[in-house]
T-cell receptor
Framework: EAGVAQSPRYKIIEKRQSVAFWCNPI?????LYWYQQILGQGPKLLIQ????????DSQLPKDRFSAERLKGVDSTLKIQPAKLEDSAVYLC????????????FGSGTQLSVL | RKEVEQDPGPFNVPEGATVAFNCTYS??????FFWYRQDCRKEPKLLMS???SGNEDGRFTAQLNRASQYISLLIRDSKLSDSATYLC???????????????FGQGTELSVKP
């Protein structure tokens, strides 16, 4: 079974630039999450999708971050414009449905904002 | 108060030692609890679920105290390969997200030395 795919693996940009991350969850997984993990901290939930609808985006900085999952499959997360404090690993995870315990994570995208 | 709070680390222990990690959570309505393990520069992976009656998996024992909103993880006979960051995860449910969202603690780093 293919795992959660994320790209790119690494990205370096200058502040005020834009960046986008892509995630393809495990086939058949209805719930998709984007987490931000700053070095030395635990993953912080940014947004949770159920199929193509947003279930929770209470922690997403909506002035600069946006995410979509148009067809209920793959998803993109965008930052525009980026700030220095956005430097982190962005992890995508999926589960078959909400409330299911085991998150399947992708390898993450490591973002450095200079 | 943080939603999920863990012991600050790092824990440095010799091989064969017993080590315990503690975690508290703020949402009394939470129903599901987990421990994840994260190796350096890798994505988190599910270590074990935490059940009300407590559960054991080899050298690992997880306990839940709902009254105190407290979770623990005990590792007996530590191995070098146990060196990692251990993340406490709680499924927060509310009226708007009845399936819940998985909230991570900040993690506790364990280093097992020969």
């Amino acid at each position: 079974e293919a795992g959660v795919a994320q790209s790119p693996r690494y990205k370096i940009i200058e502040k005020r630039q834009s960046v986008a991350f892509w995630c393809n969850p495990i086939s058949g997984h209805a719930t998709l999450y984007w987490y931000q993990q700053i070095l030395g901290q635990g993953p912080k939930l940014l947004i949770q999708f159920q199929n193509n609808g947003v279930v929770d985006d209470s922690q997403l900085p909506k002035d600069r971050f946006s995410a979509e999952r148009l067809k209920g499959v793959d998803s993109t997360l965008k930052i525009q414009p980026a700030k220095l404090e956005d430097s982190a690993v962005y992890l995508c995870a999926s589960t078959k449905d909400r409330g299911v315990e085991k998150l399947f994570f992708g390898s993450g995208t490591q973002l450095s904002v200079l | 108060r943080k939603e999920v709070e863990q012991d600050p680390g790092p824990f440095n222990v010799p091989e064969g030692a017993t080590v315990a990690f503690n975690c508290t959570y703020s949402n009394s309505a939470s129903q599901s609890f987990f421990w994840y393990r994260q190796d350096c520069r890798k994505e988190p992976k599910l270590l074990m679920s935490v059940y009300s009656s407590g559960n054991e998996d080899g050298r690992f024992t997880a306990q839940l105290n709902r009254a105190s909103q407290y979770i623990s993880l005990l590792i007996r006979d530590s191995k070098l390969s146990d060196s990692a960051t251990y993340l406490c995860v709680v499924n927060f449910q509310n009226l708007y997200n009845q399936g819940g969202k998985l909230i991570f603690g900040q993690g506790t780093e364990l280093s097992v030395k020969p």
